[in-house]
């Protein structure tokens, strides 16, 4: 059984290992925990009671007027495929429609997961601009090869 909740910094080094595990393979941007520490509110966090250890993380980027990104999806291997990712994601829009979040988007390497929910494969140069000021820290900056998503709030 797994409860959905906001974190605490108490949280962070456990959300840190699971973005990290990711993104040593590529799949994710690394969140360093100064980032962590700054965005801690954007996020939800699955947690499994019996162990009380986080197996799964997601944030909602609020970007622009109406527009939010999710962002930072991470869910313990072994717990995947059990419906935590879409639980969190399902959270993450609930929060974004409650303070009038009209448009979400995603970049992702996992279009299955985020078709699965709803969201739609887009262009990305359908997406503001304002969006890529994050971007011109990735590595990938130059070459970015992740799909654009996007779901209407
Ligand atoms: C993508 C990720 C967050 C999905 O989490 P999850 O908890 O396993 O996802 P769910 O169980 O909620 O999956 C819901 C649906 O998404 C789709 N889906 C999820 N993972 C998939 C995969 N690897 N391949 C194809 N479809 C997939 C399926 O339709 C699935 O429903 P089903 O299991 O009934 O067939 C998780 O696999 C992960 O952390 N991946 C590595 C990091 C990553 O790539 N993050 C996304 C970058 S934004």
Not at 53 to 63: R, S
Not at 104 to 128: H, I, M, Q
């Amino acid at each position: 059984m797994f409860v959905y909740r906001k974190p605490t910094f108490a949280d962070v080094d456990e959300i840190y290992e699971l973005i990290a595990l990711y993104a040593a393979q590529g799949l994710m941007l690394p969140k360093p925990h100064s980032v962590l520490y700054e965005t801690l509110r954007e996020f939800v966090v699955a947690e499994e009671v019996a162990s009380k250890k986080i197996v799964g993380v997601g944030a909602l980027h609020l970007t622009w007027n109406e527009l939010a990104e999710v962002r930072s999806m991470a869910v313990d291997e072994n717990f995947s495929r059990q419906g935590i990712g879409s639980a969190i994601v399902k959270k993450l829009l609930a929060e974004g429609r409650a303070v009038g979040v009209k448009e979400f988007f995603t970049l992702t390497y996992r279009p299955d997961f985020f078709a699965s929910l709803g969201f739609e494969v887009t262009t990305k140069e359908s997406l503001p601009h304002k969006i890529w000021k994050e971007c011109i820290d990735c590595p990938k900056f130059s070459n970015c090869d992740e799909i654009a998503m996007t779901l209407g709030g």
